[in-house]
């Protein structure tokens, strides 16, 4: 028998986390098409770009035609992400002043319009240029918008058992879309040959099915009717100030961000000068690494069962760091490279589920929103930070090699901070392993104890 604040229960049930699919479904879809096509356009933008500074390099050396590239790549992450950061600022007041499924509407309507513009745009310039670079910012303040609404609509549509599980879903369609946005943008780039404008109509009627998806995402009400920018983000920093795990939260997402945009940008360049791959299958590693993320969420929602579990992360992290060392250092052939890349998927989303879940379950009802999107606003700052540092290390001589390794060595540091400022996520990450290897256990009543405060055991 559990005695809590919310009454005394004498029969102990196991708990039911199934995720039932209706609550989420339209979300799943509309999220999909949406990841699809940002990805799509953006590796599109950048192997048009690439094309150009192959065109252009001469009889330039390796090292000259790697730079140049990377130069090219930064700017195209750049154009993405700086709109996503600025967009970010002003996101949590729409998904907390408006209901979060009419911002969810709105968004895939803008999505529409943008991949109408990019099919003019590549029928007016197939070689790309400043037009395809004008909307892969605008799909960056587009995405910028949609991001707090989405994740914060699902404590709203699923109960807290469920979260975990969730996240694990959304996150595994969301790399299922990234996976085929980057394998897409080049082989559709290919086959469209010489009329790429053909790529951005195929974009535009995803974005179609992901407007009609959206419509039958659950209605919510609005979190709260007063309050602008200013005050979003004032409340939001409280919340933070507050809520240590939320804190440590949010910088876990930010340095786990950072390093993606370091990684997702510099294999770009690593397959192309250390695998030799052609437009077509350039996308490959990265679509493996979306692949292994994609699974690595849904079984990390699987091992979270009803709850949030941090002791996944420290687990991920360091298998993150090992796997990028082995790429960095061993410099695998392509069907090594792959297999490394979908483990380090795997590690990867064993953290983002639970990053996700503390930052969409700890603030309150009103303010979720807004701190969702302040994490956005630093997260994507670290992500331009990452894009960034893939051409500061460039132009200081480390190769796409160095640069992986590099990236395994902060990856580890991270890891270590975060043990130092939370060691219980130390201590969980040993009960997780330790329950699901040696030991077997069996939880009844849990549903009699509150999501939030305490309770007394009888």
Not at 68 to 73: D, L, P, V
Request: hydrophobic share 50%.
């Amino acid at each position: 028998m559990i005695s809590s604040s919310q009454g005394t229960v004498k029969t102990a049930q196991s708990d039911r986390p199934f995720l039932h699919p209706h609550p989420l479904r339209g979300l799943l879809i509309a999220q999909f098409c949406g990841a699809f096509n940002d990805n799509a356009w953006k590796l599109l933008v950048a192997l048009l770009a690439l094309r150009q500074v192959a065109a252009k390099a001469g009889g330039a050396s390796s090292q000259a035609l790697e730079a140049a590239s990377q130069a090219e790549t930064t700017l195209v992450f750049v154009v993405f992400t700086l709109p996503l950061m600025v967009g970010s600022l002003f996101a949590g007041t729409l998904a907390d002043r408006l209901s979060k499924r009419t911002v969810i509407i709105a968004m895939k309507i803008a999505e529409v319009g943008l991949m109408t513009l990019g099919t003019f745009a590549l029928l007016i310039h197939p070689q790309g240029g400043w037009l395809a670079l004008a909307i892969l910012a605008g799909m960056g303040a587009q995405s910028a918008l949609f991001s707090p609404a989405k994740y914060g609509i699902l404590p709203e549509v699923i109960s807290h058992p469920q979260l975990s599980e969730g996240n694990g879903t959304l996150e595994l369609w969301t790399f299922l879309a990234i996976i085929a946005g980057t394998a897409a943008g080049g082989l559709l780039l290919t086959l469209a040959d010489p009329s790429p404008w053909l790529v951005g109509l195929t974009l535009t009627v995803t974005a179609l099915i992901g407007l009609t998806a959206s419509f039958s995402v659950p209605s919510v009400p609005p979190a709260r009717r007063e309050g602008g920018v200013r005050a979003t983000l004032a409340a939001a920093w409280e919340v933070l100030q507050h809520d240590r795990t939320l804190r440590v939260g949010m910088v876990g997402a930010i340095s786990f961000w950072t390093i993606a945009s370091l990684v997702g940008q510099d294999i770009l360049i690593y397959g192309k000068t250390v695998l030799g791959l052609a437009d077509s299958t350039t996308g490959l590693p990265l679509a493996t690494f979306g692949i292994g993320i994609g699974l690595g969420a849904l079984l990390a929602g699987k091992l979270s069962e009803s709850k949030v579990e941090s002791g996944l992360i420290p687990l991920g992290a360091i298998g993150i760091s090992f796997w990028l060392f082995f790429i960095g250092i061993g410099e695998p052939k392509l069907g090594g490279t792959l297999f490394s890349m979908g483990v380090l998927g795997i590690a990867s989303g064993f953290v983002v589920v639970p990053l996700n879940a503390i930052i969409q379950w700890r603030p309150p009802g009103n303010r979720r929103g807004g701190v969702i999107a302040l994490t956005n606003t630093a997260v994507f700052s670290g992500i331009l930070l990452g894009s960034l540092s893939a051409g500061g290390f460039s132009q200081g001589g480390l190769n796409s090699s160095d640069i992986l390794a590099m990236a395994g060595f902060l990856t580890l540091i991270a890891t270590l901070w975060l043990l130092l400022q939370v060691p219980t996520v130390f201590i969980r990450c040993l009960f997780v392993v330790s329950t699901h290897t040696v030991f077997r256990l069996e939880v009844m009543g849990r549903d009699a104890i509150p999501e939030r405060g305490g309770a007394i055991f009888l």
